[in-house]
């Protein structure tokens, strides 16, 4: 993906701002197992995750949610070759984790949801389109490896 | 049929009575303009569309986003009964504007967006999840008279 310089500078502000990764944003894989409820099947050891509230109050999910963002913002540190940088990430959640690739694209609506709602108007079109085709190259990078 | 909750369906309604249809409208056919390119294809004679500021700010986007988004209106009042509720609508898309259903997905996607930068105290993840789920099953109503 050839991301242009005014998209990078877009997108990376957005996740790299003044609190690195502000906890709104952190916990938006949270919303994901609210919102699409099947994908807690991947999460069965965490706990309870029996309604909303239990889910974005869950210890593990916070943990994991935290893990999953930052390694999203690494990744977006080589924003020209995300196949390269999510290479391994591709293989372990084909070859381990067995995710349906669609998950990554659920993941992405979230998260850009989740800046809108945290950002609010900041949130303009153009920085919606740049995010919106980071996190297709994320899920697409995601899905590279799959065989 | 889908089936929602009462919680799902008071969620969906209450967020509904605070939206303006005229202004969210406008917004979230502009942005699906700006956002997902293609899109464009279908408003020829909308006039200017070249640029972000142009799309936004186009009169005749802003009046069909209204229109749009008041039929998605029929879809909160008639939530029990969606498939019946589209299906002209979706004959229409079908055999005379010629969309590919995906569109609707994209288009409920921006809904959601423009909801979640428009109320973020009513944007709560059960909101959210409510929203994504009326959103999915309207864009699977409008395809459902395909063929």
């Given at each position: 993906m050839d991301a242009g310089q005014v998209e990078k500078a877009q997108s990376l502000g957005l996740l790299t701002g003044t609190d690195s990764l502000c906890p709104a944003v952190l916990f938006?894989?949270?919303?994901?197992?609210?919102?699409?409820?099947?994908t807690q099947r991947f999460f069965q050891s965490f706990g309870d995750l029996s309604s909303a509230d239990a889910i974005m109050g869950n210890s593990k999910v916070k943990a994991h949610g935290k893990k999953v963002l930052n390694s999203f913002s690494d990744g977006l540190k080589n924003i020209d070759d995300l196949k390269g940088a999510f290479a391994k990430l591709s293989e372990l959640h084909c070859d381990k984790l067995h995710v349906d690739p669609e998950n990554f694209r659920l993941l992405g609506n979230v998260l850009?949801?989740?800046?809108?709602h945290h950002?609010?108007?900041?949130?303009?079109?153009?920085?919606?389109?740049?995010?919106?085709?980071?996190?297709?190259?994320?899920?697409?990078a995601l899905a590279h490896k799959y065989h | 049929m889908v089936h929602f909750?009462?919680?799902?369906?008071?969620?969906v309604v209450s967020l509904w009575a605070k939206v303006n249809v005229e202004l969210v409208g406008g917004e979230v056919l502009g942005r699906l303009l700006v956002v997902y390119p293609w899109t464009q294809r279908f408003f020829d004679n909308f006039g200017n569309l070249s640029s972000e500021s142009a799309i936004m700010g186009n009169p005749k986007v802003k009046a069909h986003g209204k229109k749009v988004l008041t039929s998605f209106g029929n879809a909160v009042k008639h939530m029990d009964d969606l498939k019946d509720t589209f299906a002209e609508l979706s004959e229409l898309h079908c055999d005379k504007m010629h969309v590919d259903p995906e569109n609707f997905k994209l288009l409920g996607n921006m809904i959601l967006i423009v909801l979640a930068t428009h109320f973020s105290k009513e944007f709560t993840p059960?909101?959210?999840?409510?929203?994504?789920?009326?959103?999915?099953?309207?864009?699977?109503a409008l395809a459902h008279r395909y063929h």
């Open positions: 938006s894989p949270l919303r994901l197992l609210v919102v699409y409820p099947w850009v949801c989740v800046l809108a950002f609010g108007h900041e949130f303009n079109p153009q920085v919606q389109a740049a995010f919106q085709k980071v996190v297709a190259g994320v899920a697409n | 909750t009462a919680e799902e369906k008071a969620a059960q909101v959210q999840a409510a929203w994504q789920k009326l959103t999915t099953a309207v864009a699977n």
